[in-house]
T-cell receptor
Framework: KAGVTQTPRYLIKTRGQQVTLSCSPI?????VSWYQQTPGQGLQFLFE???????NKGNFPGRFSGRQFSNSRSEMNVSTLELGDSALYLC???????????FGPGTRLTVL | GNSVTQMEGPVTLSEEAFLTINCTYT??????LFWYVQYPGEGLQLLLK?????DKGSNKGFEATYRKETTSFHLEKGSVQVSDSAVYFC????????????FGDGTTLTVKP
């Protein structure tokens, strides 16, 4: 089975721009979660989607948004980028009933 | 809310040494507990898990036991190898919040030959 894939792997943007990251879960997995990983804050939960509905949301500003498509692929969008948004963004998928998550390699976002 | 506290790093060991990384948690209800490992430039890989009290998770020589009485899930390995050098994360997942894991800060392990 193919693992979780994330595109792109690396992104460089400037302040004020917006960015869209993509995640394709493992086939059959209906839950997709997003996390932000930074050296200072560690791993922080952004949101989780299941069957195209957002089930859980972390404590991030409204500039961070996401969606899930009918094939379970998910995108997250960050608008009006700030320097502090520089991070590794990780996507994880799970079957939905299980708590075990499978992570993608991440997208490294650098905001200049 | 839920929280996970991990032993501060970094940890440096010689090959074949014994490893312990401490992890304690705070949670309502009965969470599942996990250890993930992250190698440089990669995402997280599930190392082992335990879903109820007294369960022992094990994989690749690593072990951890779910101790409800001490709210702990310490990671151990009897003999580490250079290839075990990585960052290790303890995590919990509340069954009522599937899809949302709470992570510790991570412990960097370096194993020297």
């Amino acid at each position: 089975k193919a693992g979780v894939t994330q595109t792109p792997r690396y992104l460089i943007k400037t302040r004020g721009q917006q960015v869209t990251l993509s995640c394709s879960p493992i086939s059959g997995h209906r839950s997709v979660s997003w996390y932000q990983q930074t050296p200072g804050q560690g791993l922080q939960f952004l949101f989780e989607y299941f069957s195209e509905t957002q089930r859980n949301k972390g404590n991030f500003p409204g500039r961070f948004s996401g969606r899930q498509f009918s094939n379970s692929r998910s995108e997250m969008n960050v608008s009006t980028l700030e320097l502090g948004d520089s991070a590794l963004y990780l996507c994880a998928s799970s079957v939905g009933l299980s708590n075990e998550q499978f992570f993608g390699p991440g997208t490294r976002l650098t905001v200049l | 809310g839920n929280s996970v506290t991990q032993m501060e790093g970094p940890v440096t060991l010689s090959e074949e040494a014994f490893l312990t990384i401490n992890c304690t948690y705070t949670a309502t209800g009965y969470p599942s507990l996990f250890w993930y490992v992250q190698y440089p430039g990669e995402g997280l890989q599930l190392l082992l898990k335990a879903t109820k009290a007294d369960d022992k998770g094990s994989n690749k020589g690593f072990e951890a036991t779910y101790r409800k009485e001490t709210t702990s899930f310490h990671l151990e390995k009897g003999s580490v190898q250079v290839s075990d050098s990585a960052v290790y994360f303890c995590a919990l997942s509340d069954p009522t919040n599937a899809g949302k894991s709470t992570f510790g800060d991570g412990t960097t392990l370096t194993v020297k030959p």
